[in-house]
């Protein structure tokens, strides 16, 4: 965070009508102020190919929860909070899904050190320690993430203390208390450099011995999609997300470039879902939803789960939507046409197949098209179709539409027959 359908035939275009809500778009309720909407750029052409990290860690995008999108510092964050959604997970199957981490973001600890430079979980929120908590969750078969800062203080105004110069103790911390996950952000760095700071901690993690996923949350500003990859699992591309829909889309429109840069391992991070916070219609989140997961987005819900509407739930343990981003070929969707609003994403899948996102960015009703041959699929006399969100089943010849509601996307999987 910063301070601040298919029924097709053979001769007859498939077209899908999409069961998505159109309602108007709520007014945001995030804490930051959403980025203007940014125009799309095409790819980087000489990014490093994709190949797994050395460590194993993150195959796929990583998939869990964060606090900070729906509770930011306020005081209902605390350990019986973490403990309830580690419940949910369970309960609700997401955790079958694929749902693994429950992070901590900013605020969990006092803002002074003790008189040993030790970090110290703030009692109030957290009064049996981490340690407890992570045993909580470990319990329950999931994993446990923490935060901190590449600076001398977090990012939050009350000034909680930061791992600058304090790395190689706090990341022993970490270990010592059963941590799986390591959001490091960028606040109050001190000028130093930016490569400098996160590979120092890299070595820190690495020092503990424990296996520890790290997220490097540098918010794009010095390219990290560059470098990051020999030190972490994955990147923020971009400054923190807000719950519109303004928000959402510019960040898509900053993330789709960098899909040569993403693979096992190696993840671009455009930040936490919004999905069920309530700043956008279900038709928006099921298309936030849609395009972290062609763009194989780390999934990490960022609503309490303890209050999630049914809708909420059905979008986030829409388990053929989470195929598509933790399919294990790695590869990040790329941008197949865009005209005037009407995108079409398509993604390489490992059985040879595609997914591709219909997605209408207007705010009218529109028809969004493509051709299996666009998609770079082999040449068929038809081609199996999948509606992901209506779990529907069709065919074509090859060509491929659906009538897309305003703000709405289609997402399909698409496999030639024989």
């Not at 400098?196 to 010095?222: F, H, K, Q």
């Not at 303004?246 to 993840?267: E, H, T, V």
């Amino acid at each position: 965070m910063r301070p601040h359908t298919v029924r097709t035939d053979r001769r007859v275009t498939a077209t899908l009508a999409a069961a998505l809500l159109s309602a108007a778009t709520l007014t945001p309720t995030a804490a930051h102020a959403a980025p203007e909407p940014a125009p799309y750029a095409p790819a980087a052409p000489h990014a490093p190919a994709a190949t797994p990290a050395a460590d194993g860690l993150a195959a796929t995008p990583p998939m869990g929860f964060n606090n900070w999108n729906s509770t930011h510092c306020r005081a209902e964050f605390d350990a019986d909070m973490v403990k309830g959604v580690a419940d949910v997970l369970v309960e609700k199957g997401l955790k079958d899904v694929g749902y693994e981490y429950v992070n901590l973001d900013d605020c969990w600890a006092l803002p002074e050190r003790d008189a040993d430079g030790q970090l110290v979980p703030d009692p109030a929120r957290f009064p049996d320690g981490i340690a407890a908590v992570a045993d909580y969750v470990h319990d329950k078969g999931l994993k446990l993430g923490i935060y901190t800062s590449a600076g001398t203080k977090t990012c939050n105004d009350a000034g909680f203390p930061g791992a600058l110069g304090h790395e190689y103790g706090d990341a022993r911390q970490f270990a010592d208390w059963g941590v799986d996950y390591l959001k490091y952000d960028n606040c109050n760095n001190q000028g130093e450099d930016a490569r400098t700071r996160y590979t120092t901690m890299r070595d820190a993690l690495a020092a503990t011995g424990r296996p520890i996923v790290y997220s490097i949350c540098e918010w794009g500003e010095n390219e990290p999609w560059e470098w990051a990859s020999e030190l972490g699992q994955l990147w923020r591309t971009t400054g923190d997300i807000s719950d519109s829909w303004d928000s959402m889309l510019s960040i898509m429109k900053q993330n789709l470039p960098l899909a040569p840069y993403a693979g096992p391992g190696r993840w671009n991070d455009p930040d936490m879902l919004e999905v069920g916070n309530g700043g956008m219609t279900d038709t928006e989140y099921r298309t936030h939803f849609s395009m972290w997961a062609v763009m194989a987005a780390p999934l990490l819900i960022g609503s309490d789960l303890r209050t999630a509407s049914p809708e909420t739930l059905e979008i986030l343990g829409n388990e053929e939507v989470v195929a598509v981003d933790q399919d294990p070929l790695g590869k990040q969707g790329e941008v197949v046409s865009e005209e005037d609003g009407r995108w079409v994403v398509g993604r390489e899948l490992a059985d040879g197949g595609r997914a591709v996102a219909l997605f209408n960015e207007t705010g009218a009703e529109q028809t969004v098209a493509t051709t299996a041959a666009a998609l770079g699929l082999p040449q068929a006399d038809s081609y199996a179709l999948r509606d992901l969100w209506r779990h529907e089943d069709g065919s074509t010849a090859g060509d491929i539409s659906a009538v897309v509601p305003a703000h709405g996307t289609v997402l399909l999987r698409v496999t030639a027959d024989g």
